[in-house]
């Protein structure tokens, strides 16, 4: 009896000790908002574009935390949707509305002497990267643009252009060497080629 | 010779170094065109500082340096700039990039220059600065400003300073041959390096394939002073990479992602060190270069001085290029060079080598076998990384885990190629993922700045909008406080107008009154006329007539009633003239006194109060005047036509809204501050004056023909109508009175308009009254009253009686109002005040005329009094408990001061009204009781004591009956005594009851 009572006493005693820890714990080491959205945001283009339907890619973000698709942001492509997976620990999704895996990146170019300098493209630029003033010609701040198009749609007088960007000696990589020759037959996919197996 | 070090790895391919040292260096001709990109080192593009046309010397700076990273660019030779534009560059990608194109003049025409004299004796930074203007970056393939190296002792501790002359690739010899030719230049060349950095040693490592340069270079160590040490190391490839030199001399590793000056080690070319030389000795800037031409392909390799931007076509022709073996041209060495498509490249700062190789020398890569995993790439490896695995991760695209295992440690030096037995482009792995992580932190960096843009602008946004939501805020407020403002502004002036507003549609109304009748006259007219001569459709006409007549009375109607809702309408009666005399009275003392408290304290608009108060007053006299003269109206007899009346009406009217416009003028003029604001006064006062006497003239028209039209044209017959429709009135009026109360009681919402009805009925019945009163005995000038005529104590009942009765009293009220107007009249000290007394003393006269003749027609007054005492009293408890009422509604709505002021104004009317009511029901009351009194005393008892006697006597008959019943109960021997008390206290109390008796009832 006398055993009992003291394995009971030592086993509340350590709850009790171990609770206070965890209370402790949960109070001096309380993370302020979620850490999982700031890690998805962390990951998605930040074009602010709209196109998964939230405004804005932070408010996606939150959306993916709660159990959205990962899907659903065409200007991060498919790594961003791999990414995401690897991240939430999801299945890879193919890209919403099959779009191209990986989007060509553009900014927006004002044909600046078609302006009118109505200012509504500035009003629609989420990032502010749009220079103008009323009845002024505008002009897009090309290193701030993240190409998000939302100014294409306001513009009154369509001389918003969405442009690739250029790729310049800093901006130019280096490509994927292209894919040796098989060894055997078997290994390859698809149709056999004369001209490879010559080569 | 210092102790030796290896590094780990390296291959030791063909060197073929021997080609092109067969001749001494040659100096390039100058080409036609030269090509002088922007960018040829690492960092910023340098800015163009010279525009199309310009005609450029040699050695002209034709770009600056554009941030801290970035050297000039200087003109190789004298010409006209024929374009800025982009152009082919030695670049792997073979892509174009902006350059500066001269057109050359074949002059070679220097500009001014100068190298230092004492380069020692200037400070180091400008002894930097005046490098970082020669346009002096690495020459040994990076092309790293040499500028910001030289800053490195400023925030580290320089030990080591190492010249790199190792020159471990394959073909190249261009460092070879100027250590051969120039090695007095790089020693003094590394002097300035070293005056800079102050290391405490400098080691020149070489690799022993260069004996003549060793041997040279040894020759021209011995001039200088410094702690020089020339390291001769075993070839390998790639000896000449900086870490593995480092390694290689000193035995140090620089840590992976740090530079060798955390070490304490500065790297610098030969080649620099020459150019360093040419600059602070000479003040030649970097415009030339060594470069080494070889390959198969030419029949002359060997190194040339070639002026930077020199096209490689040029160079090649130099060397007797043979285009048809021509295979590949290779800028670089053969093991980290780029082949380029375009023979119209041009040479850059960095261009130490150009191959021009045949298909034999260098084959197409094969194609890439799958890995064997054979692992000779991981021994090769002289940064001692696991090339295989990095392959794998770069062919996976899984550039997370090849940052882990230390991909930007790569140098990229081709070894692990070179080895490899399946061909695999291993080098061109390495290079794809570096550029994609480099793309995706560039990535990274862009969208973390346009997260942080965003979020600003939302940020800005939401402060927008609180902001504009503040200023809403604050001027819906600001709006309350002005309408709150000019709503107390606009109630005053209601207030001001309400008295004196006139109905806008009263003319209109006249006028159809008007139209009626003269129709109506015509009409009787014609009537007349038919009858007089006996003609047809009399019956029609008569009909006719009286349509006429109804239609005419109630155009009049009609037109009257709206003229009686006004305050200052003249056809009402005596009592609402003097009620608005006492009220406008009333105000006027409060004006007064607020003018004086508003002079005391100073505060307040004096001016506005102060023309409120003046007219105010013209409002008091006008009120005044108008009641002076409705009562003194029946001393004027002759009527006034109704043409002139109506003239002088509209006189009043047109007057009465000049004044108006000129009020509100001034209104706005004090408003606005105007000086013109007291002149203005003056003139609205004028007008005032002028319309209150046009209105009181108007009036006392009005009054006198009313009095005339009653005297003559009312018969006794209409008279006793005109009785009957006031009772009705009068009954109305109760009742509505009556409904209004439990209106009241019950908060119906109804409220207002049910007071509007029964004011209307009032006042219908006031001016029903009037008439009444104004017919009946009119006071002066008619010497009896009309319906007077019965013989003196024929009847003792009837309607003569009761109609003496009804007379009789009309007439006391009439007296106690005449003397109530006199009694304010001699407080005002009005002037008519003797002629008031006259009036008053003829009604008092005929009033008991009258009674007299009542009495004698009807005996006893008390007997056939009409209204009983009880009723009498109960009417007085009434009128006291509606004036109660009256006046706390009264008191809730003065303190409630949302109520708007003309409401008010009707309050106090009614109040008014009702203390006058009051005050008669207790008239009544009074003289009923007097009568009574009178009539006691006329048989010498007092009543009053006649009843304190009775009280006494019922008291004793109490107590008496009280001792009886005690006695009783007590069976004492007095109780016949006590009853015998009793009785004659009971005989006593029914006396004196009995003699009350008569008295009341």
């Known amino acids: 009896m006398e055993f009992v009572l003291i394995a009971i006493l030592a086993l509340l005693g350590l709850a009790l000790v171990f609770g206070l820890l965890l209370g402790f714990a949960s109070v001096r080491f309380r993370v302020e908002g979620n850490p999982l959205v700031d890690q998805i945001d962390g990951m998605l283009p930040q074009t602010q574009c709209g196109q998964c339907g939230y405004p804005g890619c932070r408010p996606y ?45 553009t900014v927006a170019y004002i044909r600046e002497d078609e302006c009118i300098g109505c200012t509504k493209c500035i009003q629609a630029c989420p990032v502010d990267a749009i220079l103008g003033a009323a009845k002024q010609m505008h002009t897009v701040i090309e290193s701030e643009c993240t190409g998000c198009d939302l100014c294409v749609e306001p513009c009154p007088v369509d001389c918003i252009d969405m442009l690739p960007i250029e790729t310049t000696l800093n901006t130019w990589k280096w490509d994927m060497p292209k894919p040796g020759v098989q060894l055997i037959v078997t290994d390859r996919r698809g149709e056999l080629v004369e001209g490879e197996v010559a080569q | 010779m210092s102790t030796q070090f290896s590094f780990h790895g390296g291959v030791h391919p063909p060197e073929n170094k021997h080609r092109s040292t067969g001749l001494a260096i040659q100096t390039a001709p100058i080409p036609e065109q030269l090509v002088v990109p922007l960018s040829q080192h690492i960092g910023a593009p340098s800015e163009v500082v010279v525009s199309v046309g310009d005609y450029v010397l040699k050695g002209q700076v034709i770009a600056e340096a554009a941030g801290r990273i970035s050297v000039n660019v200087h003109a190789p030779s004298s010409g006209q700039i024929v374009a800025i534009e982009k152009h082919e560059v030695p670049h792997i990608s073979g892509m174009q990039a902006p350059c500066i194109i001269i057109k050359t003049d074949g002059k070679d025409e220097w500009i001014e220059h100068a190298g230092l004299d004492d380069y020692k004796a200037i400070p180091k930074q400008e002894l930097i600065d005046f490098i970082r203007h020669h346009g002096i970056s690495g020459m040994g393939g ?92 075993p070839t390998v490839y790639p000896s000449g990479g900086e870490k593995q030199l480092i390694k290689l001399l000193t035995g140090v590793e620089v840590p992976s992602g740090r530079i060798p000056a955390d070490v304490g080690i500065v790297c610098q070319n030969v080649g620099t060190a020459a150019a360093i030389y040419d600059a602070v000795f000479d003040g030649v800037p970097l415009i030339s270069r060594i470069v080494t031409l070889t390959g198969e392909a030419l029949a002359r390799p060997h190194n040339m001085r070639a002026l930077i931007g020199t096209p490689l076509e040029t160079l090649l022709n130099t060397a007797g290029v043979n285009q048809s073996i021509l295979y590949r041209l290779v800028v670089g060495g053969p093991m980290m060079g780029f082949t380029v498509d375009s023979q119209a490249i041009p040479m850059i700062k960095t261009t130490n080598c150009v191959i021009a190789a045949t298909y034999n020398e260098m084959p197409p890569a094969p194609p890439a076998n799958p890995c064997i995993r054979c692992g000779m790439c991981e021994q090769v490896c002289p940064a001692e990384l696991l090339p295989q695995q990095l392959h794998w991760f770069a062919k996976g695209k899984e550039f997370e885990k090849a940052k882990h295992h230390n991909l930007f440690d790569c140098i990229e030096c081709g070894a692990c190629s070179y080895v490899c037995p399946s061909n695999i482009p291993l080098v061109q792995y390495y290079r794809f993922a570096k550029a994609e992580i480099r793309a995706e932190e560039a990535e990274q960096r862009k969208s973390d700045h346009a997260r942080i843009r965003f979020e600003a602008r939302q940020a800005r946004l939401e402060q927008e909008k609180a902001d504009k939501e503040a200023r809403r805020k604050q001027r819906a407020a600001d709006a309350a406080k002005a309408q709150a403002v000019k709503k107390d502004k606009d109630e005053a002036k209601a207030a001001v107008s309400a008295s004196t507003s006139a109905e806008p549609d009263l003319k209109a109304l006249k006028t159809a009154a008007a139209v009626a009748r003269t129709k109506l006259k015509k009409a009787q007219k014609a009537l007349q006329n038919a009858e007089e001569k006996g003609l047809d459709g009399q019956e029609k006409l008569r009909v006719t007539v009286t349509e006429l007549e109804a239609k005419a009375q109630a155009a ?31 105000k006027l003392k409060q004006a007064e006194k607020a003018l004086a408290k508003a002079e005391e304290s100073g505060e307040g608009d004096l001016i506005e109060l102060r023309s409120k108060l003046d007219a105010q007053k ?67 006062e004028k007008l005032q004056a002028k319309y209150s006497a046009l209105k009181a003239e108007y009036e006392k028209a009005l009054a006198g023909n009313s009095a005339a039209e009653s005297k003559s044209s009312l018969s006794p017959a209409e ?17 509505a009175q009556a409904a209004l109360e439990a209106a009241i009681a019950s908060d119906s919402p109804a409220v207002e308009k049910m007071k509007a009805g029964v004011e209307k009925l009032k006042s219908k019945y006031q001016a029903a009254k ?3 009163d104004s017919a009946v005995p009119v006071p002066v000038p008619v010497p009896v009253p009309v319906p007077v005529p019965v013989p003196v104590g024929v009847s003792h009942h009837g309607v003569d009686l009761d109609d003496l009765k009804s007379d009789m009293d ?27 007394k006259a009036g008053v003393d003829k009604l008092q006269s005929k009033y008991d005329d009258l009674k007299s003749e009542y009495l004698n027609a009807g005996g006893k007054v008390a007997e056939p009094e009409v209204v009983d005492p009880k009723a009498l009293k109960q009417d007085v408890s009434i009128m006291r408990t509606k004036l109660k009422k009256a006046q706390t509604l009264l008191d809730t709505a003065e303190s409630d001061a949302s109520l708007p002021e003309n409401e008010l104004d009707v309050l106090k009317t009614e109040v008014e009204r009702l203390t006058q009511l009051h005050h008669e029901a207790k008239e009544k009351l009074d003289a009923h009781d007097k009568v009574l009194i009178d009539k006691a005393a006329a048989e010498g008892i007092d009543l009053k004591k006649l009843k304190i006697d009775a009280a006494m006597a019922r008291a004793a008959v109490t107590k008496a009956e009280r001792a009886a019943t005690k006695a009783r109960e007590a069976q004492t021997e007095d109780l016949s005594d006590i009853e015998q008390e009793l009785v004659i206290a009971q005989q006593k109390a029914e006396k004196i009851n009995q003699t009350l008796s008569r008295f009341s009832d």
């Open chain 2, 770 to 772: 009037s008439e009444y």
């Open chain 2, 719 to 735: 008279i006793d109508a005109l009785k009957q429709d006031v009772e009705a009135l009068k009954a109305k009026v109760d009742k």
């Open chain 2, 810 to 836: 009309a007439m006391l009220t009439k007296v106690s109002k005449a003397k109530r107007a006199l009694a304010t009249a001699e407080a005002s000290q009005s002037p008519a005040v003797e002629k008031m």
């Open chain 2, 142 to 233: 990076a092309g790293f400003p040499t500028d910001v190296k030289l800053h490195l002792g400023d925030d580290h501790i320089v030990n080591t300073l190492v010249l790199n002359a190792m020159e471990c690739e394959p073909y190249i010899t261009a460092d070879d041959m100027l250590l051969r030719e120039h090695s007095e230049n790089v020693i003094k060349g590394i002097e300035v390096i070293a005056h800079l950095l102050q290391p405490s040693h400098v080691m020149i490592g070489i690799e022993d394939n260069k004996p003549q340069a060793i041997r040279a270079l040894e020759l021209a160590a011995k001039a200088t002073n410094l702690n020089l040490d020339i390291v001769v190391v």
């Open chain 2, 556 to 586: 009049q109607e009609a037109f009257d009633q709206p003229q009686t809702n006004k305050t200052d309408t003249p056809s009402l009666d005596i009592k609402q003239l003097k009620t608005n005399a006492a009220v406008a009275r009333t």
């Open chain 1, 61 to 105: 973000a939150e959306a993916i935390s709660e159990g959205d698709a990962i899907n659903k942001c065409p200007p991060g492509g498919q790594s961003t949707v791999e990414a995401l997976a690897d991240l939430l620990d999801v299945d890879v999704l193919p890209l919403e509305g099959g779009a191209e895996e990986e989007p060509v990146k």
């Open chain 2, 618 to 684: 013209v409002k008091t006299e006008a009120a005044q005047a108008a009641f002076d003269q409705a009562e003194s109206g029946g001393e004027i007899s002759d009527a006034i036509p109704q043409a002139k009346l109506d003239e002088m009406k509209a006189d009043a009217e047109s007057a009465f809204a000049k004044v108006e416009k000129a009020r509100s003028a001034l209104e706005a003029v004090i408003e606005s501050g105007s000086p013109a604001a007291e002149k203005m006064k003056a003139g609205v």
